[in-house]
């Protein structure tokens, strides 16, 4: 998570939507930078809400604004599938190593999915909590040109932005099945995707 004080902007750290390659670059550009532990780092709106929001209201900014990047579901659960197939977590649960992507998906449907299906909804990450605290700039991963119009736009010039994390490439081939599986248990994550305007030109 980057905080931008004086720019009065928060960028979550939406896990597997590429902003560990923002923090690199703009993290000395940040007035605070929550690298850890995880939990914090990945702090979605309801953790935000309950843990940082009051700090920094009692600090005088009450106007900060949120903003997230979402990535197309499928794409974004390849990308967990993909991290996990690293052999640092050879013969460990999370380890998706010898699975199938669609064995992972289905896994990943799952009322209570195994440790290397678990992976939580972006849907629920950015979700507006009763008090109105919300992400008020939603981006699409693809779009990272409107992204980055956007940060410049509040924050001036931006330097390079580097890979960082990627994931080994591997087939996410999906059956026409297991498609309508995760569409249906992912509604929400759908939905909010396909409300996200392309803002580059």
Same mark, same amino acid.
């Not at 509604?187 to 030109?201: E, Q, T, Y």
């Given at each position: 998570?980057?905080?931008?004080?004086?720019?009065?902007?928060?960028?979550?750290?939406?896990?597997?939507? $590429?902003?560990?390659?923002?923090?690199?670059?703009? $993290?000395?550009?940040?007035?605070?930078?929550?690298?850890?532990?995880?939990?914090?780092?990945?702090?979605?709106?309801?953790?935000?809400?309950?843990?940082?929001?009051?700090?920094?209201?009692?600090? /005088?900014?009450? !106007?900060?604004?949120?903003?997230?990047?979402?990535?197309?579901?499928?794409?974004?659960? $390849?990308?967990?599938?993909?991290?996990?197939?690293?052999?640092?977590?050879? /013969?460990?649960?999370?380890?998706?190593?010898?699975?199938?992507? !669609?064995?992972?998906?289905?896994?990943?449907?799952?009322? !209570?999915?195994?440790?290397?299906?678990?992976?939580?909804?972006?849907?629920?990450?950015? &979700?507006?909590?009763?008090?109105?605290?919300?992400?008020?700039?939603?981006?699409?991963?693809? *779009?990272?040109?409107?992204?980055?119009?956007?940060?410049?736009?509040?924050? /001036?010039?931006?330097? &390079?932005i580097p890979n960082a994390n990627v994931s080994p490439r591997l087939s996410l081939s999906v059956s026409p099945e297991v498609e309508i599986m995760v569409r249906r248990h992912r509604?929400? !994550?759908?939905?909010?995707? *396909?409300?996200?305007?392309?803002?580059?030109?």
């Open positions: 998570m980057l905080v931008f004080w004086n720019e009065r902007l928060v960028l979550l750290s939406v896990p597997k939507t $590429g902003t560990h390659a923002y923090t690199l670059a703009l $993290g000395a550009r940040a007035s605070m930078v929550v690298s850890d532990p995880p939990e914090l780092k990945h702090a979605p709106v309801y953790r935000y809400n309950r843990f940082f929001r009051p700090m920094f209201e009692k600090m /005088g900014a009450a !106007d900060l604004e949120l903003a997230a990047v979402i990535r197309e579901p499928f794409s974004w659960l $390849g990308s967990w599938y993909r991290y996990r197939q690293r052999p640092a977590l050879d /013969g460990r649960p999370a380890s998706t190593k010898g699975l199938t992507f !669609d064995a992972f998906l289905q896994a990943s449907c799952k009322s !209570d999915p195994p440790a290397f299906a678990n992976v939580g909804s972006q849907a629920k990450f950015v &979700e507006a909590r009763p008090n109105g605290t919300a992400v008020t700039h939603f981006f699409r991963y693809e *779009d990272q040109s409107g992204l980055q119009a956007f940060l410049q736009s509040r924050l /001036g010039a931006l330097p &390079e509604a929400g !994550d759908f939905a909010l995707w *396909d409300s996200i305007p392309v803002r580059a030109s």
